[in-house]
């Protein structure tokens, strides 16, 4: 109904507008409404509002909004509800003793090139593996400290338990520490180059106290049992508004390494990748993955032919270092081998 209201009142402009054009200096005006019955310099244009009634609209227009009733009685033939919207602007001008004339805006079209938006990503597995995996670069294997033992004795250790650290570096009331435990190394397949080291966070410890150089701590959350002699690395703050980013300049690089050392790789599973923060990467880079076309000999011919490269995957990095990166397989197509290709649509 409010919409019809909204037409009606532009439609009666323009009714008014075509009597104003062929009698400027007598325009008829409908029954019981007189020019002197619209409010004078009005501020141009009249931007429709959501919630607008029939009576905002009105007493916008007239000094009496009764008034409209009068116009409005003129154009009861408006039957389509769906011709103006919030947003939409109306213009008209008071004649001086002359009635109403109305300034009709027309559609106005923008022409921009296509832009096609990348398809949406689910980050929470890219949030859940941030906080269980890591990577570290081979002088950090040992981390800032260590965990010595707990107050009760016990050999392993989980949420809200308190235990004792020994830092190789001072630390802070409230410092919070990831807990790790070293893995599998990577190392480049083709120069035998000595990356970093896979690590699996374990939970996260704060400090709360000091003596003599004995730390005491209080373990805040657990993703598996803690022990004795499991290592502490400043914890990492994990953005969960983290947004996936597409890079737009070339790059290209290939897979390193399957965690476990596991031949092949799939979906939510962790890989290593040749690329690093000196290529641009950080937490979050959307990169695909390509398996390198086969040679086959044309039966025809008889020549070898090299076949196109298939994407077979995409992954989403984890953990940037400057050499390497840690990244979470987010789909894949196929089975994905260490030394499959890594790139961005630049790349192609």
């Known amino acids: 109904m409010l919409h019809r209201f909204f037409i009606a009142l532009v439609t009666s402009l323009m009714v008014l507008s075509a009597a104003h054009f062929a009698q400027a200096d007598s325009l008829s005006l409908p029954e019981g409404v007189a020019a002197t019955d619209v409010r004078p310099n009005l501020p141009q244009p009249y931007i429709v509002k959501k919630g607008d009634t029939l ?22 033939y408006i039957t389509n509800p769906d011709l103006i919207y919030p947003g939409n602007k109306i213009w008209f001008n008071a004649q001086k003793q002359s009635g109403l004339s109305t300034l009709r805006p027309q559609p106005t079209i ?32 040992n ?24 830092m190789q570096q001072p630390a802070d009331e409230g410092d919070i520490f990831d807990v790790f435990r070293s893995g599998d190394k990577i190392y480049d397949p083709d120069t035998g180059k000595f990356i970093g080291i896979l690590v699996e966070h374990l939970g996260q410890i704060e400090v709360t106290s000091e003596s003599d150089g004995i730390y005491r701590g209080v373990i805040l959350k657990t993703f598996e ?33 399957i965690r476990n050392d596991a031949a092949e790789a799939g979906q939510n599973q962790v890989i290593a990748i040749s690329l690093g923060v000196k290529n641009g990467l950080k937490a979050g880079t959307a990169l695909s ?6 040679t086959i000999k044309d039966r025809v ?29 987010t789909s894949s197509s196929s089975s994905i081998n260490v030394g499959d290709v890594i790139r961005n649509k630049a790349a192609r």
């Open 55 to 76: 009576w905002d609209i009105a007493n916008y227009f007239f000094k009496d909004p009764y008034k409209w009733i009068k116009v409005w009685e003129k154009n009861l």
């Open 110 to 141: 923008i022409s921009k090139p296509v832009e096609r938006l990348e398809g949406k990503i689910d980050t929470s597995l890219l949030i859940t593996a941030l906080s269980r995996q890591g990577f570290v670069s081979p002088d950090a294997v």
């Open 143 to 166: 981390g800032a400290g260590y965990l010595l033992d707990s107050t009760d004795e016990r050999i392993n250790y989980g949420a809200n338990d308190h235990v004792y650290i020994k």
């Open 225 to 257: 049992e803690i022990s004795r002699g499991d290592r502490l690395k400043p914890a990492i703050h994990i953005d969960t508004q983290i947004q996936p980013s597409f890079p737009t300049g070339k790059l290209q690089g290939k897979i390193l390494y």
């Open 289 to 294: 993955i390509h398996r390198a076309g086969r």
């Open 301 to 329: 011919t008889g020549h070898e032919v090299l076949l196109p490269e298939e994407k077979i995957g995409e992954l989403l990095v984890l953990v940037a270092h400057q050499d390497a990166s840690l990244a979470l397989v």
